[in-house]
């Protein structure tokens, strides 16, 4: 009908940027290559720097009806949007939920995510704060990384990143929040965002090893959060 599915690499922006290539700037040779009659929408997709599923629509009204299933599906508690993700070091827990509020937070030149752990009620009603939630499972582990499945009931930009990090669990190619979790002999702590200035994520040598990698070559290491699975109605 009028949805169409791609699997985007990382790195790729969905919207279009000055200079760059862009999903958005790719809309149009592939509605001419694949003969559509309509021009496409962007009904559902990973962010920037995540991989994995697309949603497109050529049909207006069926990608305004999804993004409001999307909408209603998290009112009802339900999660619509699972998400695979690779990370360094393994859950305490095999299953469970991450709660905490996010904001924005400039830092010299850069605003980045943080998070707000007991947000007052008033920066929540102002929208200063976010009030954010993700269900994980670990679905496999081996030496020393696991597989996770996330299923956010809230969106916010970079929220699985940070989530991941309060697990003190960063996702494997994570370069701006994996220098919060700190580590004393193998034993990871949480460090504060003030504290922890972004830096290429750091692995120890057996792993790089095991991913063919030199530690030169670490800053290209693409973060490993797949968009999986959508629900649709």
Known sequence: GALLALNKPAGLPVLECP??????????????????????????????????LVLLSSCYHTTKELQQFFTNARRRGQYPVTYHAVTVGVPAETEGKIRTGLCWQQQDDTAMVVPVLAPGRYSLARKEVKSTLTRYRVLSAARGCALLQLQPKTSFPEQLQVHLTLLLCPALGDHRHSSRVGRVLGVPFLLTPEATPTRTQVLDKELLSQLGLSPQQLHRLPLHIHLQELMLP
Do not use: F, I, N, T
Request: charged fraction near 25%; glycine fraction near 8%.
């Open 19 to 52: 200079g760059e290539l862009s999903l958005d700037a790719l809309l149009p040779a592939l509605r001419q290559r694949l003969g559509l009659p309509a021009e496409l929408h962007v009904v559902k997709a990973p962010a920037r720097e995540c991989s994995g």
